[in-house]
């Protein structure tokens, strides 16, 4: 059996990324992943100027001037002002070019207006509240590399960069299915021994917080001839997800017929919850993920396994960022597979600390309304007491 490290390696290992990309606006780039690296069209500042409300001078003249300049012209953002003529002082705003020959702003709030003069303090810095051009980055200069996942502040940069278009990796088009004979959809009375349905749901709303454009395959039931078809029609798709029939039971079908028809690299990993998940390969396209069917184990699967896959395919690096946290209470477990524990995250006087929640059965949902994070028990700990720092998972940033 792999642990969660090798399972993980084997994963990306095995990943084909996208073979296409597509043009975009800005606004249509945002959460999607970039194809390849993109550079500034413009410096930035695309000019000197300057930084505040004030007046431009040469600051070598202030000196021989007696600190008193005649006043001459002005500097709007938009205008393109000139020349400071020597010997002269000129009104600018915050944002506005630079007149050429001028190397200092004065704020205007340390000077004295004398009718058309300008009385200045003895303490002007040379070359203060000036932007340079070209001082936060240089036409040319590579921005992002490719397989980065555009945020607002990205495409703001972006935007200020002169970058009209961007090349970007398409959507991975992800089949998700739900197998069992006992599953039903809510809306209908459940029949002995039915159970409602809830892993194809969030799989499908997980994927397209990422930014994947998820196909809803339905409820197979636990049947080959139904798995059969579900996985031929795979050729379409860059991943197939199906939860539910990949442990030992004789209606574990999935495994079997993914083996018939596709190529399993690994079934099995050494973790809690999630331990039954094969992935492998249908076609020359299809990366195939069964995830098993407890609700849980299907979360934490996706999360250590199918979100680093589908960032991979993206040309992204997956990170998982693991912070430290001290427990508030205890958790004790036998030692043997690598644990990652439902867990509310908090901040307390600016120190994260982390509970482990009631109610750990793969079965359980309830213990979701609370769950922020994981704490991650290694394979060989027997688990940890309140006070010790542990290792935790953020799901989101809400602690
Ligand atoms: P399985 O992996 O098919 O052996 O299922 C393990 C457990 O998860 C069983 O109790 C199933 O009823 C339950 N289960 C399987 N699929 C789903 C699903 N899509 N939603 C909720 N529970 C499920
Ligand atoms: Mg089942």
């Not at 000196?63 to 393109?80: N, T, W």
């Not at 003895?122 to 203060?128: L, N």
């Not at 070209?134 to 590399?145: K, N, S, T, W």
């Not at 995250?345 to 120190?351: F, H």
Request: proline share 6%.
């Amino acid at each position: 059996m792999l642990s969660l490290e090798q399972a993980r390696e084997a994963i990306l290992a095995e990943i084909t990324p996208a073979a296409t990309t597509e043009t975009v606006s800005l606004a249509q780039a945002h959460g999607r992943f970039t194809a390849q690296e993109l550079r500034a069209q413009v410096d930035n500042p695309a000019f000197d100027n300057s930084a505040m409300d004030g007046y431009a001078v040469r600051a070598a003249e202030l000196v021989a001037a007696g600190f008193v300049l005649p006043l001459r012209g002005e500097s709007r953002c938009g205008d393109a002002p000139g020349k400071l003529a020597p010997g002269t002082t000129m009104r600018i705003f915050t944002g506005a070019p630079m007149p050429e020959g001028a190397d200092t702003i004065v704020i205007q709030e340390d000077v004295k207006r004398e009718g058309e003069k300008v009385v200045f303090p003895k303490s002007a810095q040379p070359g203060s509240h000036l932007r340079r051009r070209g001082e936060d980055f240089r036409r040319g200069d590579m921005l992002y590399p490719a397989g980065r996942r555009l945020s607002s502040y990205d495409l703001a940069l972006l935007s200020a960069a002169g970058v009209a278009e961007i090349p970007v990796c398409p959507r991975a088009r992800v089949l998700v299915a739900a197998t069992g004979d006992e599953l039903v959809t809510p809306g209908t009375p459940l029949r002995p021994g039915q159970i409602y349905e809830s892993n194809r749901l969030a799989t499908l709303l997980l994927l397209r917080e990422l930014g994947m454009e998820a196909v809803d395959g339905g409820t197979v039931r636990d049947d080959p001839a139904a798995l059969r078809e579900l996985l031929k029609s795979s050729a379409n798709f860059d991943f197939v997800i199906t939860s539910g029939g990949a442990s030992v039971g004789d209606r574990d079908l999935v495994k079997q017929v993914f083996a018939e028809i596709g190529q399993i690299k690994f079934w099995k990993v050494k973790i809690k919850p999630g331990k039954p998940i094969a992935f492998g390969r249908v076609g020359s396209r299809t990366h195939f993920f069964a995830v098993p069917g407890n609700p849980v184990s299907s979360l934490v699967t996706f999360k250590l396994f199918v979100e680093p896959a589908l960032i991979a395919w993206h040309r992204g690096v997956p990170r998982m960022p693991q912070l430290a946290a001290t427990a508030t209470n205890d958790f004790r477990r036998h030692p043997g597979r690598t644990e990652f524990v439902r867990a509310r995250l908090a901040t307390e006087n600016g120190k994260l600390q982390a509970t482990a929640l009631r109610g750990q059965g793969s079965h359980m949902l309830g213990t979701l309304r609370e769950t922020n994070g994981f704490i991650r028990v290694e394979a060989d700990s027997a688990g940890f007491r309140q006070g010790d720092t542990v290792t935790t998972i953020p799901l989101n940033v809400d602690f």
